[in-house]
């Protein structure tokens, strides 16, 4: 699976944007995908994740109601819409996938996209 995100940029606190991941090599349908994030000197986190048939969605706490995931299996993509933008949500993101269910676990997602920049200025 190819993984390939794009729409990351740099944005004024309370602005939105929307990350794109378009996905190759096997049936999008059969695969959750996931949002993670990483800023400077820490750890990778979970931001959302969505099933294959989109009826399950997960968020971290601190994007909840912010931060929308969808996906558009007849064009292999996924989104991530992103409103209300704080400067703590700078980082780079990364899509990622898995087959069966979605988690919020970065160790079950076996491929990964390049990641996208996101910044967010005050």
């Known amino acids: 699976v190819q993984l390939q995100a794009s729409g990351g940029g740099l944005v004024q606190a309370g602005m939105s944007l929307r990350l794109s991941c378009a996905a190759s090599?096997?049936?999008?349908?059969?695969?959750?995908m996931g949002w993670f994030r990483q800023a400077p000197g820490k750890e990778r986190e979970f931001v959302a994740a969505i099933s294959g048939n989109a009826f399950v969605t997960y968020y971290a706490d601190s994007v909840k109601g912010r931060f929308t995931i969808s996906r558009d299996n007849a064009k292999n993509t996924v989104y991530l819409q992103m409103n209300s933008l704080k400067p703590e949500d700078t980082a780079v993101y990364y899509c990622?996938?898995?087959?069966?269910?979605?988690?919020?676990?970065?160790?079950?997602?076996?491929?990964w996209g390049q990641g996208t920049q996101v910044t967010v200025s005050s």
């Open positions: 990622a996938s898995r087959i069966q269910y979605a988690t919020r676990r970065v160790p079950d997602y076996d491929y």
């Open positions: 090599g096997r049936t999008f349908s059969s695969l959750a």
